[in-house]
């Protein structure tokens, strides 16, 4: 479950701790919380010196203070093999059952940007095993996930670095429920009544392109404003910042929220 207490344990980082600097953060934490007590209707507010600090630029000072002061500096520890993994937790583990012998060839294709063709140099890896039984490849730090097995599109979305969420742009992918519509229009209505069901549920889904992979779970998950709720609530400093938002719905305050997460303790 993603709404569990948060523990650094993505696979091969080291967390840095600057603990000294927890208490002025919570100081700091305090200090918002106040000021926005006070600037609720009917509170009487703060002195011309503090009143001039409108909220969202006190949002703004609190979040930039955060993200320097108040995180574990994530030092990538480079001792995760280059090579194959079968699934997320061979990754974990750091077992890959077959080592880096693969050519990358990036793929153009304006929904998914950062998408790669991967072949066997030697033949050592069948085309089917590529295609059907890896999870993912890792290769000097960087991380290309198999987006066949997720029922995207065929092809390894790259990843220039990895902390426990990872975003990610791709396609939409049907949900059971919308595969059963599908199928059980196929039934009743044969291949019109596909097409036209086809057509309503990518409609539905055409905005559901920005995801976020878990490496500690594998899951994959549409990075959403309510995701993002799950995942604070373990961060309850984070969680009150990201109320004040005025846009937090938006993909940029998602992603900079996301980016937040990684870097907390």
């Not at 000097?140 to 975003?167: R, V």
């Amino acid at each position: 479950m993603e709404n569990k207490k948060a523990q650094s344990t993505t696979p091969n980082i080291v967390h840095c701790r600057h603990g000294a600097l927890s208490k002025v953060s919570s100081l700091w934490f305090l200090l918002f919380t106040r000021i926005s007590k006070r600037s609720e209707p009917g509170n009487e507010p703060y002195p011309k010196t503090l009143g001039a600090i409108t909220m969202n630029a006190l949002l703004t000072i609190t979040i930039i203070f955060l993200s320097v002061f108040n995180t574990d500096i994530l030092c990538q520890v480079d001792d995760q093999k280059n090579g194959a993994y079968r699934n997320h937790l061979d990754f974990y583990n750091n077992r890959p059952f077959a080592e880096f012998n693969f050519k990358l060839i990036k793929k153009d294709n304006l929904r998914v940007p950062k998408l790669y063709q991967v072949i066997s140099k030697d033949g050592s890896v069948k085309i089917k095993t590529i295609k059907k039984s890896i999870w993912g490849i890792y290769y000097n730090g960087l991380f290309y996930l198999n987006a066949e097995k997720l029922g995207m599109i065929n092809g390894y979305i790259k990843f220039d670095s990895l902390s426990k969420y990872c975003y990610f742009k791709g396609i939409p992918i049907m949900t059971l429920g919308q595969e059963e519509r599908l199928n059980r229009s196929a039934r009743n209505h044969g291949l019109t009544g596909a097409a036209v069901t086809g057509t309503k549920i990518a409609l539905e889904n055409k905005e559901n392109v920005h995801y976020v992979l878990n490496t500690q779970t594998g899951m994959i998950n549409l990075l959403t404003k309510e995701y993002l709720l799950r995942i604070l609530e373990t961060y309850d400093e984070l969680l009150l910042y990201f109320d004040f938002e005025e846009n937090n719905g938006s993909i940029e305050v998602l992603l900079k929220y996301l980016d937040l997460v990684n870097k907390m303790k």
